[in-house]
C-alpha cells in the first residue's frame, strides 16, 4: 500500500455500486483523464493556466501528498482533488467527481484524505471557495461539516492574465 507523508494509506480499494476505486497521488501521466474530469466537471470549476501540465508540475513540487485522484481498478481516474497548504490554513481546491461516478463516497473520500494528510502537517483549519450556483458541492462540504464564512469577503486579483483573455484581446494589450 502506498502512503502519504503523514502515513494515510491511500491505495485501500473501495468497492463502490458499480465498480471498485482507490485514491493516490496525482502523478503527470495522469493529466489528460485529470483535465478531462475538470472540463466535463462543468459546475463553475475555472480552469487557469497554472492548471496545465506546467502549472501542475510546480504544485507536486511542493505538496504531492495533497493532490489526489481516485482511480477504478482499470486505470480510470474518475475523481480529483487538489489541497493546498500555506503553513497557516489548508485549501481545498478543483474537487471534481465524473458524473457517472457521483454519489459513490468518492467525493467524501477524497476530501476526508486531503484533511487527514492536512492535520499531520499540522493544519487547523481548512477553507475552500466553490461558485455560489454550484449547488451540489454546497451541499456536499456542508454535510462534511464546513460551514459558510459570512463574515468573510473573498477577493482576488489577477497577476497575470489568462490565457484565453490575452488570446482574445490581442489589440488592447499594445495600447
Known amino acids: ?27 503527470m501521466a495522469d493529466y489528460d483523464q485529470v483535465a ?41 481516474v474518475v475523481g480529483v482533488i487538489v489541497g493546498a497548504w500555506d503553513g ?30 492536512l492535520r499531520a502537517k499540522g493544519c487547523l483549519k481548512v477553507n475552500l471557495l466553490v461558485q455560489k450556483a454550484n449547488a451540489s458541492a454546497i451541499h456536499l462540504y456542508r454535510s462534511l461539516g464546513y460551514s459558510d464564512m459570512t463574515s468573510i469577503c473573498a477577493m482576488g486579483k489577477e497577476l497575470a492574465p489568462d490565457a484565453n483573455e490575452a488570446a482574445a484581446q490581442p489589440a488592447a494589450l499594445g495600447k
Open 1 to 27: 500500500m502506498a502512503s502519504t507523508a503523514s502515513g494515510a494509506r491511500l491505495s485501500v480499494w473501495r468497492t463502490s455500486i458499480s465498480t471498485q476505486w482507490r485514491l493516490r497521488r496525482f502523478v
Open 88 to 117: 497557516r490554513r489548508g485549501w481545498l481546491h478543483h474537487l471534481a467527481v465524473h458524473r457517472a461516478f457521483r454519489r459513490q463516497g468518492i467525493a467524501t473520500a477524497l476530501v476526508a484524505a486531503t484533511e487527514e494528510a
Open 36 to 76: 478531462a474530469l475538470w472540463s466535463e466537471a462543468g459546475d463553475g470549476l475555472q480552469i487557469r493556466p497554472s492548471d496545465q501540465p506546467e502549472g501542475l508540475a510546480l504544485k507536486l513540487t511542493r505538496d504531492s501528498d495533497l493532490f489526489l485522484v481516485a482511480e477504478t481498478t482499470a486505470g480510470l
